[in-house]
């Protein structure tokens, strides 16, 4: 299989992941819940892997590197957990789903009240829109690094750039892009950064995370077992413990661990230079067939690995049907949960076919993927 | 080492439970994303997860088995998104902080009032104490299974008639029970069943979930991503989707899939026959030593597969590092999580040492942590 979906799940991992992950279940206890050396040592291989994601990502402090089940629930808490009633929230047309829909329940609710700098049919913002929607009740400008739909990325450090001179709380959804292109929280002037661990930092699904400024106040989201504090009624208020009741997916936690270390080896920068290349390839190969429409805006310097397309008014998911059973080939169709900028390119009912790149996909499949879309457009 | 520490984690897995998590994290796309083989293999090999997770725990509907991170989540899921304000809710002193500080936290915010059926020095509580506190306002009880302080089971049937007569909800956390004990949901009257994958299950960490009667209505807990319906504002109302935003760690779930096969073949009944012969022997052995004391109700018949103790006021946490450090035992010291238990028991000073057993125990490990507690004992 030729497997080009891999803004949904990176799904060749590094080797030693998988190692990683079977030493974990055939060795490992149940951190911080007991004293004997197998629970010691989760422990302490759960606060490495939260000093390597501070590493890569900008965090200052390891302990607060809270871990999730996935970038949605890191999206909850940080939106949840934050806002106030009467805020006034700033969004963008790019958002997935994960960001949407806590913020829609919250505006549903009559908690906060909401805008979105709007993007153009090229899935561009305007950054001066930000700016142009501040108002006094104004808390928090919350948006994507990049889009799961077009690949375009945003300037985070001119948004964050934004929010100092606005006393805002700037709260990313990098889900796109950690891993993949260079991410540094605090000069990016980020307040939270919530990412998954199974795309771009190719570690196991069931991992994820937010990466927290110190400072920042979160309320806890599930309360539960803390391992410590075990006589107050409310959960621990130190992070991570305040965000991170129950049992951790130390299991995943410590794939997630050796992928990073798989990454650091390599060097974000490496991997952000051979996806742009195969990413560029594809793009060129694809946009001078006839009949083929690629969406995003791709004379920007910096994108995401994603190339999304229809050929004429091919139905999206017939589309992909056809590169899966024809060719191999695996692709995602459809709506991909990021409503609005649908809306923008004006693919609400075609949807849309995503090719995405990762760290093992070759030339050869890139031009094997070119060469199915040249076929199909031809029919 | 010699691991009795299986009711925070149990450590050895069935050999297929590492099995399947390597062949899914070589092999498998993103569930319910994408129409290509390795994402719809992924759905269908999720689906049968649940089907076989109903069958095991009594649940009606394959479809009502919602995945969560852990127990806790699936807690807080079931505690928060059926309780309204109003309502005044039982439970026991034999929770864990996964279920009282939800309850508490609902209590603290003024949205529910609170009652606890007391234990008494043996960790045992009377049934009568339910009706006793039931008034017009009484919505739901909520309770464990089992204690994972002294292994107290609670007749969930006595109790889930109580529920039907008062048309009370039951919500039931089972993290010390399913994959242990038999658990039949539906024949037991709950409405709302919460468990964790990595204990009785042997499945990896990071797993767990609820299984919900259909019928009963919670509300969404984290909303995101669903992979359908994606033009909605709010998180799809059908089950599983409802409570499953975001992407399930499916790497673990296929561990949790084939554990589900094991326990399947091995037989519920014969895993409990066995970890109670275990726990018989433990207790039989050291309730004789001099100085002993072991905590809970060893007249019942049924029971979870703990026996905690302390040796005179020796401290817990000084007794197990011994246990750790001179004979390689791992057990579990100190407050559990349980405060109201650690109260009506009276150690709340010093704590306790838990010894907890399971199917990969044998006799020899028994006998050989009863001659340790001896030799601690004598000292």
Not at 147 to 170: A, P
Not at 193 to 202: A, D, S, V, Y
Request: one cysteine or more; glycine letters at 8%; aromatic letters at 6%.
């Amino acid at each position: 299989m030729i497997y080009l979906d891999n803004a949904a799940t990176t799904r060749r991992k590094p080797p030693q992941v998988i190692d990683a992950v079977v030493n974990a279940m055939t060795t490992m206890g149940n951190a911080a819940r007991g004293a004997h050396s197998s629970s010691l040592e989760a422990s302490r291989a759960l606060y490495d892997a939260r000093c390597k994601l501070a590493k890569l990502l900008g965090c200052p402090q390891p302990d607060h590197v809270i871990f999730t089940a996935n970038s949605t629930e890191a999206l909850n808490i940080a939106i949840n957990g934050t806002l106030n009633p009467g805020d006034h929230v700033i969004s963008t047309d790019l958002e997935h789903n994960s960001v949407l829909r806590p913020l829609y329940r919250l505006e549903e609710a009559g908690t906060i009240s909401l805008d979105f700098v709007p993007a153009d049919r090229l899935g561009n913002i305007d950054y001066a829109g930000f700016e142009r929607l501040i108002r006094p009740e104004t808390r928090a400008i919350v948006c994507t690094h990049g889009s799961n739909l077009t690949g375009t990325l945003v300037d985070l450090k001119r948004v964050g750039e934004i929010c100092r001179r606005n006393s805002l709380l700037f709260i990313v959804d990098a889900s796109q892009t950690a891993g993949a292109v260079p991410v540094h929280m605090e000069e990016m002037g980020v307040d939270i950064l919530c990412f998954t661990g199974h795309k771009g930092l190719m570690g196991p699904q069931g991992t994820g995370g937010l990466c927290v400024r110190p400072g920042v106040e979160i309320r806890p989201w599930k309360v539960g077992g803390s391992g410590v504090h075990s006589y107050d009624r409310s959960q621990p208020q130190d992070y991570p413990t305040r965000l991170e009741a129950g049992t951790l997916n130390s299991h995943g936690i410590m794939g997630l661990s050796a992928a990073l270390d798989f990454i650091q080896e390599v060097g974000v920068e490496e991997i952000a230079r051979h996806e742009a290349a195969l990413t560029r390839r594809f793009y060129d190969g694809v946009s001078r067939i006839d009949g083929v429409t690629v969406y995003g805006d791709f004379s920007q310097p910096e994108r995401g690995a994603i190339v999304t397309l229809n050929i004429r008014d091919y139905d999206s998911a017939e589309m992909s049907d056809a590169l899966s059973q024809a060719y191999d080939i695996a692709t995602r169709p459809g709506a991909h949960c990021a409503p609005r900028m649908h809306q923008a390119l004006g693919t609400v009912d075609q949807g849309a076919v995503r090719f995405s790149f990762a760290w093992y996909n070759t030339q050869e499949e890139v031009d094997a993927a070119i060469q199915a879309v040249a076929e199909l457009a031809q029919r």
